[in-house]
């Protein structure tokens, strides 16, 4: 039987873009880059908001760039590139190890960056989609080869994601950023809810997920659980944003002054908000995880509600597409797209209204950062690569598709 590989020349016309998320896109940047803009400038300790709303369009470009360049790859493409996409994110993973920028690791408490002159990456970011696809790839030729899904079969499923996530899951917790191994963990979780898996299995790990939390969440904060998670590596910084999560108002120095500061600026929006660029309360740092009280300070309920509305329009956009695709490869891709951004706007909202504890997570598309960015843009290229490629096969389980 003929591969996938082999399909009908790809179609360029306009037509086939996907505009709507193109123009969710585009109101997402436009809303960025005015959040970006009042953020610094009501609270950036001197740095210029012209020259970073000027640095994030750049970011923006080149992500738009990406996007274009990621549509031309086909579901027979794309499969053949998961696992070097995924051994470079591995390589990425040990080297900001190495070369991890000191100064950055000193002030946020985790090895995540590197830096290059003025510019500073953030490989976790961008090795996201790497993992998605890596993931995708091994659930379809694991249900190509099992198609009668049986509780051995899928226990050596979840063996083989497991596998895929340790080395990355290891990597992470050595840069010390939870927020970000949070991140690939709802990404491992989202992708096994879809793959098949019987709920005879799916049903004990819930519970044992749900034990687990509630564990953790005795250990973080209790005193006796605070020394034994200590010994296990956690970091006084994480402790401190769990206190400043419990009682914001208790203690207003250091991590606390953010996040008390923070429910300030979007309680004084109230209903319809203080109005555009109009903003009283000096929030620290707010152009990258508590970027979202400018919208709830400028335009209160409202503008934040909008903002979320947007994100929703976005993620149903994207499901939409995942229903053209005419293979379960694109569906688990779309699958893990889906999850990254949803949980990066569940925990960074949540973070902000006071729901969720400080994790460093930041908004889609909206924060400081080109790292961030370009990690969302690549994954909306994958989507859009779903109906952009128009396919004369479909993908066929019972296909060859061995390298």
């Known amino acids: 039987m003929q591969r996938i590989g082999a399909h009908q020349s790809n179609r360029t016309s306009a037509s086939e873009l996907d505009w709507g ?22 609270g950036g300790k001197g740095a210029s908001p012209v020259r970073a709303v000027i640095m994030q369009l750049l970011y923006w470009v080149v992500g738009a760039l990406m996007i274009a360049f990621i ?28 070369f991890y920028n000191r100064a950055l690791a000193a002030s946020a408490g985790a090895k995540s960056w590197i830096a290059f002159g003025p510019i500073s990456l953030q490989p976790s970011e961008v090795v996201k989609p790497a993992f ?9 030729n694991h249900n190509r080869l099992y198609p009668e899904h049986t509780v051995d079969s899928d226990w050596l499923l979840i063996g083989k994601m497991v596998g895929v996530f340790l080395p990355i899951g ?38 044992a997920v749900g ?27 994480q402790f401190a944003r769990i206190d400043a999560w419990l009682h914001p108002g208790q203690d207003t120095s250091d991590t606390g002054y953010q996040t008390y500061q923070n429910l300030k600026a979007i309680g004084s929006g109230q209903f319809f908000g203080s109005g555009f660029g109009n903003m009283r309360v000096f929030v620290p740092v707010r152009e990258s ?24 329009l976005l993620l149903y956009l994207m499901i939409k597409a995942t229903f053209k695709a005419r293979n379960s490869f694109y569906a688990y891709i779309a699958t893990g797209v889906v999850v990254m951004v949803l949980f990066h706007v569940f925990e960074n909202v949540g973070m902000n209204i006071g729901l969720l504890p400080l994790t460093g997570i930041p908004l889609p598309f909206i924060s400081q950062g080109g790292s961030s960015l370009l990690s969302n843009m690549i994954g909306v290229g994958l989507i859009m690569s779903m109906s952009y490629q128009q396919q004369s096969r479909t993908f066929n389980e019972s296909n060859d598709f061995s390298l």
Do not use: C, H
Not at 24 to 40: E, H, P, R, W
Not at 132 to 140: Q, S
Not at 219 to 228: D, K, W
Not at 289 to 312: H, K, N, P, T, W
């Open 170 to 207: 290891l990597l992470i917790a050595l840069q010390n950023d939870l927020g970000t191994l949070l991140v690939f963990m709802a990404i491992l979780g989202g992708i096994t809810l879809v793959s098949g898996v019987t709920w005879r299995i799916l049903g004990p790990v819930l519970i």
């Open 211 to 237: 034990t687990f939390g509630s564990i953790m969440i005795f250990l973080v904060t209790s005193a006796v659980g605070r020394n034994i998670l200590g010994a296990f590596g956690f970091q006084a910084y």
């Open 289 to 312: 995880d508590m970027i979202f009280s400018v919208m709830g300070e400028s335009f209160g309920f409202v503008g934040g509600a909008f903002l979320i509305a947007v994100y929703f």
């Open 71 to 98: 549509m031309r790859f086909d579901a027979f493409q794309l499969w053949r590139l998961a696992p070097v996409a995924y051994g470079l994110g591995i390589v990425l993973l040990i080297g900001v190890l190495i």
């Open 21 to 42: 998320m193109i123009l969710v896109l585009i109101l997402l940047l436009l809303i960025g880059l005015y959040s970006l803009y009042f953020a610094i400038l009501n």
């Open 132 to 140: 998605i696809l890596m993931l995708a790839k091994v659930v379809a």
